[in-house]
């Protein structure tokens, strides 16, 4: 994510121009939204302040009712997994016409960016082996984590809507348990290591079919491709993981396999 | 003479995926690498109003207008046939019988003149023309056409999918409501939707919006846009009450679908920390597209490519270009190989000709 090379000056949305502890710190500007780091609406606590500027290129009609319409349901959604019990931030405020929402500030890094220096320096065309794989095991257990997370949040009837490695973020544990042999291979370690934090539900909607979980998995598991093609072969641990912690699984993979072959399809007409 | 100054490289092109035939000649400098059209001929299959192109008349078009479109692309470039280097044409992805139609023709012209065949990817074909006529360097690519709707970005050579419509392409989803509304497919239907659409705007009609990550569907927008047509026809008024025509509906779709592209194509902009795009593809000659997509980049610090008809919508040129791109790094395609394919996945390419 091009987080701190925006290169454009941005305005702020109003609510961060109201006198606050601290000034608003511009964090990412990610797919649609800015991520402000504020203390704003909690003086003694940052938050994450998503606010949702309206996109010129839309039109004003359809950009409102989708600013809207998505702050409200990732409001929605994030308070439901919360309530859950799914690994998600806490929401503190919104204002849905206004185009923002406040939640609880999660002091770590998108887990794109974890995986990515755990795999380093790599050359780019050794992809993981079956041989290697066991080499991995911290990749391997954060992949698990990833499956869990997932299945607890389908489990509560959400659909996420845009899984990314980009829209998980890994909460840090607790020093003392990266206790790593040299000190590269422990921070490798270390950045693998951590909480997975589901975040960004601005498409998320609610279902329980085995189609709409499906997709989700498969959105996922295209972006990890893409993102991570040197570890695409882990992935299957994602869905392993998933089994395990959700029920329903079975049937969802099942069906996994009919959205996969559709895409494939898909690439039948130039 | 000067012996010891290099060749520039020629290659032919026959692209016949779809209901364009294409033939055109490119030359690669010896020392630059910087491509030249020598020529881009193209002849298009254009079917009755109301109807879609069948793989069966498109495939009898290529063949009655092949031997006519190779000569004029000589003729047009200046170029003996001993002057080619290799004879390139599309592999897939694509409807069976015309690309198969236009193989056979090129594996012809391969074996009268004795030269190399070289099968080349489609979707990359468009890259690597949008690429070379913009000189956009790296950009995340927006391919939309009659059959693909996919965004994609170049990593370890491969141009690799982030993003694209899950089920039907929304070139595809233009042309069937050119055809529910029964307005011309001359020059294109997507052509004459984008000029309707021009006189709408009175009001925007509320169409399913759907986009899942980076994908997309455009389904259940034309099953909405083609109930409201009925509804229209049958002189009754929208949802809300209001009134609207033919040019309300076209627009409407065209704000929602080109939103929603612009949309994923952002999210793998971010995704990806581009801040260039590179529109590709008969639906990428839409000047709205070019117009939404350039205020998206613009806002993220970046800006838009786009190319013209002559090499969004599909050409020979691209073919030639892709393929001598490929070529020179030592491929090429054995005649007893040189099948078509209808699925055929950008991302099944190795891009050999980038770092
Ligand atoms: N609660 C949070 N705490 C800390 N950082 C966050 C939080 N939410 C988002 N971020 C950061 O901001 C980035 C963009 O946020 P996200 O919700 O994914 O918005 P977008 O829809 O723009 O992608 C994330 O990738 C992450 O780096
Ligand atoms: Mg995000």
Redesign the interface.
């Known amino acids: ?2 987080a701190h ?4 000056e941005f305005a702020l949305p109003q609510v961060l121009t109201y006198p606050a502890p601290t000034p608003p710190i511009l964090v990412a ?4 939204g800015r991520l402000y780091k504020t203390t704003y609406i909690t003086p003694s606590l940052p938050c994450a302040l998503k606010y949702r500027s309206p ?5 004003p ?2 950009d409102a009712r ?1 600013t809207k319409a998505r702050i409200q349901a990732e409001a929605k959604v994030l308070d439901r997994c919360c309530r859950e019990g799914v690994p998600v931030p806490a929401v503190y405020a919104l204002d849905a016409t206004a185009g923002w929402l406040a939640m609880e500030w999660v002091d770590g890094v998108p887990v794109r960016q974890g995986i990515n220096v755990w795999l380093g320096d790599r050359p ?2 050794d992809a993981i082996s079956d041989a290697e794989v066991a080499d991995e095991t911290p990749l391997v257990d954060l992949m698990k984590r990833i499956g869990d997370a997932v299945g607890a949040l389908h489990r509560t009837g959400v659909i996420h ?4 490695t ?1 829209n998980m973020m890994l909460l840090p544990w607790a020093d003392g348990q990266s206790n790593g042999a040299s000190s590269e291979d422990g921070e490798k370690k270390k950045a693998v290591g951590g909480d997975v934090i589901l975040i960004d539900f601005g ?1 998320a909607t609610q279902s329980v079919t085995d189609e709409d979980r499906a ?2 998995l498969y ?1 996922l598991e ?2 990890f ?3 991570h ?1 040197r570890a695409e072969r882990l992935f299957t641990h994602v869905l392993e993981a998933y089994k395990q912690t959700f029920k329903k699984a079975p049937s969802v993979i099942r069906k996994l396999e009919d959205v996969r072959m ?9 | 003479m000067d012996t010891t100054k290099k060749k520039r490289r020629i290659a032919l092109g026959c692209e016949g995926s779809a209901n364009k035939l294409g033939i055109g000649i490119i030359a690669h400098d010896p020392e630059t690498n910087e491509p030249t059209v020598l020529s881009n001929v193209r002849h298009t299959f254009v079917s009755p109003p109301g109807t879609g192109f069948l793989p069966k008349d498109t495939a009898q078009h290529h063949r009655a207008f092949f031997v006519r479109v190779a000569k004029q692309a000589l003729a047009n470039a200046g170029v003996r046939p001993s002057e080619l280097d290799c004879i390139c044409y599309t592999r897939g992805p694509g409807m069976g019988a015309p690309l198969t139609s236009v193989a056979v023709a090129a594996r012809t012209l391969a074996l009268l003149w004795d030269k190399e065949l070289v099968g080349v990817n489609h979707c990359v074909g468009h890259i690597e023309m949008g690429r070379a006529i913009t000189g956009a360097a790296n950009p995340v690519v927006l391919y939309v056409s009659g059959g693909n709707t996919q965004v994609i970005a170049y990593a370890e050579q491969r141009y690799r999918i982030f993003g694209e419509a899950l089920d039907i392409a929304v070139g595809n989803c233009l042309d069937r409501f050119a055809r529910t509304l029964e307005i011309s497919n001359d020059p294109a239907p997507g052509y004459n939707i984008e000029q309707l659409a021009k006189k709408g705007g009175r009001v925007l009609l509320d169409l399913p919006y759907a986009v899942k990550g980076m994908d997309c569907s455009f389904s259940g927008i034309l099953t909405r846009a083609d109930e409201l047509a009925a509804m229209m026809k049958a002189g009754g008024k929208g949802p809300d009450g209001e009134t609207f025509t033919q040019a309300d509906l076209c627009f409407s779709l065209q704000e929602t679908v080109f939103a929603m592209l612009v949309e994923i194509t952002e999210r793998a902009m971010a995704h990806v920390g581009s801040n260039q795009v590179l529109i590709v593809g008969g639906v990428g000659c839409n000047e709205r597209l070019q117009e939404m997509m350039g205020a998206m980049a613009a806002e993220r610090g970046g800006s838009v490519y786009a190319t013209d008809e002559r090499f969004c919508i599909d050409n020979g040129i691209m073919i030639a270009h892709a393929g001598l791109l490929a070529y020179e790094t030592g491929f090429k395609t054995p005649l007893e190989e040189s099948t078509c394919t209808q699925r055929f996945r950008t991302d099944e390419v190795f891009v050999k000709w980038r770092k």
């Open positions: 994510m091009a090379a925006a290169p454009v500007q990610g797919a649609e996109k010129q290129y839309r039109h009609i359809l989708l780019e065309d809507g845009d899984l990314t980009s498409l997709v989700d959105v295209r972006a491709a893409s993102t093609p559709r895409g494939r399809k898909k690439s039948m007409l130039g």
